[in-house]
């Protein structure tokens, strides 16, 4: 299978207005995402894509590969789709420009999951881990996934669910890390459906997939980083560089 990583990068993000500008450490919140992401190994190729001169210029500059977007797009994976479009490629995986410690594990846990007779059948896959902090669960900048026993997505919400009703039970709480694969086909198909009432409500793009009946294939891993959402992650992530 041919592989490629794609990162979708707007500069005007609503929490957090040219956050994948900031500088972290002694390059920008996007260079660490690219640079990770290539030193991965695991992908035939990696492109920046972007409706920004700034971002293209701060990545082309640096001998990187990046596109620009020639429509303006609601989602990071329409960004992707156009991009994409004419490339003879099976697998593409979205890393979010905002995820700058993008780790070898768990992307290559994430290809995995398209390999053997099961995983032909996986149309889309994303990372989730165990969440146990009582604040975190309750943060709506963290999304939260209830997933099936076989480890299929059921819903992502900003809200912590499950519900903790029964008192005698202790659930199980997963936090979705912003990475995605998919096959090419069903990244553009996802392209051509408007948006959806939970995705609209919920302000997360995976949720057209659940409304059109497409589970995501969740993979369980252990991920220790920050994804920027907020100048306060910033001032998170500048710790761990």
């Given at each position: ?67 620009m977007s020639q429509r303006t797009h609601e989602s990071g994976s329409d960004r992707i789709a156009e991009a994409i479009a ?70 992502f919400s900003r809200s912590p669910v499950p519900y903790h009703r029964n008192q005698d039970l202790q659930p199980v709480y997963y936090q979705h890390i912003g990475v995605y694969a998919f096959r090419k086909q ?56």
């Open positions: 299978m041919s592989t490629i990583a794609v990162i979708p990068a707007r500069y005007a993000a609503t929490r957090f207005p040219g956050k994948l500008m900031q500088p972290l450490g002694q390059k920008t919140v996007i260079r660490h995402t690219y640079d990770n992401t290539m030193a991965t190994g695991l992908f035939d190729d990696v492109w920046v894509v972007t409706d920004s001169a700034i971002i293209y210029d701060e990545i082309a500059g640096h001998g990187g590969k990046v596109k004419d490339m003879d490629v099976d697998i593409v995986l979205n890393v979010q420009g905002d995820e700058p410690f993008v780790q070898r594990p768990v992307l290559a846990k994430l290809l995995q999951a398209f390999e053997g007779p099961q995983g032909a059948r996986v149309q889309v896959a994303s990372p989730m881990q165990i969440m146990t902090d009582a604040a975190a669960i309750a943060d709506p900048n963290r999304v939260k996934v209830v997933v099936d026993l076989h480890m299929n997505s059921l819903l069903a990244l553009m198909q996802f392209t051509q459906w408007p948006i959806t009432p939970l995705e609209a409500a919920e302000k997360i793009e995976c949720l057209r997939y659940l409304e059109h009946g497409i589970p995501l294939k969740m993979v369980l891993v252990s991920y220790d980083g920050v994804g920027i959402d907020t100048p306060e992650d910033l001032v998170r992530a500048r710790e761990w560089v």
